[in-house]
Nanobody
């Protein structure tokens, strides 16, 4: 089992920046990928970004590529998501998730992830 706790969500003005964190505990993250998804009110859950815990490789959804950056912090068993140039369309509940043995082609699929956090809310408005 993996327990995931997201943090960092808050209100921010359009154009602002934010850093979300996902702290993992329990099972080792070796051979896993950690992903971020988001769900806005009335919309389906959307893939944001993912990163392999061991080795290289990061992946981004089309709507955030170039604005968001995913990174990992081994010492704290934590994955961060840096959000920049935020717009109201980025407002959502952001979830992190862990999946094991994922190939690149499955990084963006919800069903590929086995463990999910409770989410952290990002609000973007003026």
């Amino acid at each position: 089992q993996v327990q995931l706790v997201e943090s960092g969500g808050r209100w921010v003005q359009p154009g602002g920046s934010l850093r979300l964190s996902c702290a993992a505990s329990g099972r080792s993250l070796g051979n896993s990928a950690v992903g971020w998804f988001r769900q806005a009110a009335g919309k389906e859950r959307e893939f944001v970004a993912a990163i392999r815990w061991s080795g290289g490789g990061s992946f981004y959804g089309d709507s955030v590529r170039g604005r968001f950056t995913i990174s990992k912090e081994y010492a704290k068993n934590t994955v961060h998501l840096q959000l920049k140039s935020l717009t109201p369309e980025d407002a959502a509940l952001y979830y992190c998730a862990v999946g094991y043995g994922l190939i690149a082609g499955r990084m963006s699929l919800e069903t590929a992830y086995d463990y999910w956090g409770q989410g952290t809310q990002v609000t973007v408005s003026s």
